[in-house]
């Protein structure tokens, strides 16, 4: 879906431990180049190349990716892309997520509890083969290399301009980004949409609940129009008077 000029929400349907999930990487695009934010989970390298040309964005347009913060569902095609388009791709990431997204730091919530929890969710049919390699691939899980570093405030050169947000708590290093031109926050998992409203963030799937909820107070500094949510999608009408009431609430 383009959202304005420039600016283009994915919507990629993906089955995830037999259940269909859909997520919304965000595509930015100008003249000179197209950039990602966040590569799905692991196998979604075709489907989101699918996708980018479905949008009429030539797919060797895209010299970026933008990984909003280190969750699997973010870094998940990473290395499908750096792999499928060597010494063609930057990537950009905030300092404190560096380390989980290059495999340094085992990614936060990816704990031997977390896992065991995770297999023992598998729907009963699923193969023991498929069990096995489902614990192995996150025990092992995707990662890629960080070419550049960006920070809170920091007004990347991307259609028409593009300010990075740091909003931690979700993760340490999460980033949330506002696209100028078109007045539009890309929230990542800083908040989501469910059944049609924009909420604040799920304590469950959050490294710093407390923190994550004290983040939202920085998306009132933006004149918002519209929101991208990672999970849920697109939220329009009202948003600056919706993301104050959540504000309210802390």
């Given at each position: 879906?383009q959202i304005a000029n420039g600016i283009h929400m994915l919507e990629l349907e993906v089955v995830v431990m037999g259940r269909t999930n859909?997520?919304?990487?965000?595509?930015?695009?100008?003249?000179?180049?197209?950039?990602?934010?966040?590569?799905?989970?692991?196998?979604?390298?075709?489907?989101?190349?699918?996708?980018?040309?479905?949008?009429?964005?030539?797919?060797?347009?895209?010299?970026?990716?933008?990984?909003?913060?280190?969750?699997?569902?973010?870094i998940g095609s990473l290395p499908a892309f750096l792999n499928e388009m060597p010494d063609k791709l930057t990537v950009l990431a905030s300092?404190?997520?560096?380390?989980?997204?290059?495999?340094?730091?085992?990614?936060?919530?990816?704990?031997?509890?977390?896992?065991?929890?995770?297999?023992?969710?598998?729907?009963?049919?699923?193969?023991?083969?498929?069990?096995?390699?489902?614990?192995?691939?996150?025990?092992?899980?995707?990662?890629?290399?960080?070419?550049?570093?960006?920070?809170?405030?920091?007004?990347?050169?991307?259609?028409?301009?593009?300010?990075?947000?740091?909003?931690?708590?979700?993760?340490?290093?999460?980033?949330?980004?506002?696209?100028?031109?078109?007045?539009?926050?890309?929230?990542?998992?800083?908040?989501?949409?469910?059944?049609?409203?924009?909420?604040?963030?799920?304590?469950?799937?959050?490294?710093?609940?407390?923190?994550?909820?004290?983040?939202?107070?920085?998306?009132?500094?933006?004149?918002?129009?519209?929101?991208?949510?990672?999970?849920?999608?697109?939220?329009?009408?009202?948003?600056?008077?919706?993301?104050?009431?959540?504000?309210?609430?802390?």
């Amino acid at each position: 879906m383009q959202i304005a000029n420039g600016i283009h929400m994915l919507e990629l349907e993906v089955v995830v431990m037999g259940r269909t999930n859909v997520i919304h990487p965000v595509l930015l695009c100008d003249d000179e180049r197209a950039v990602l934010i966040d590569t799905g989970y692991p196998g979604n390298f075709p489907l989101i190349c699918k996708a980018i040309e479905e949008h009429h964005v030539p797919l060797d347009k895209l010299n970026t990716i933008i990984i909003s913060h280190q969750d699997i569902d973010h870094i998940g095609s990473l290395p499908a892309f750096l792999n499928e388009m060597p010494d063609k791709l930057t990537v950009l990431a905030s300092e404190l997520e560096k380390p989980y997204i290059q495999g340094e730091k085992m990614l936060i919530k990816v704990t031997p509890e977390a896992i065991d929890r995770a297999v023992a969710n598998l729907p009963e049919n699923v193969s023991p083969e498929w069990r096995k390699a489902f614990r192995a691939n996150l025990e092992n899980p995707p990662k890629g290399q960080v070419h550049s570093l960006i920070e809170d405030g920091q007004i990347l050169p991307v259609s028409g301009g593009l300010t990075v947000i740091l909003t931690p708590g979700h993760t340490p290093g999460h980033l949330s980004f506002y696209h100028i031109p078109s007045k539009t926050l890309i929230a990542a998992d800083a908040m989501v949409v469910a059944d049609g409203q924009l909420n604040g963030p799920i304590p469950a799937y959050c490294a710093d609940y407390e923190l994550a909820v004290q983040s939202l107070k920085k998306f009132t500094e933006y004149d918002i129009e519209k929101v991208i949510c990672y999970h849920g999608g697109l939220f329009e009408g009202n948003v600056n008077a919706r993301i104050a009431e959540l504000v309210s609430h802390i």
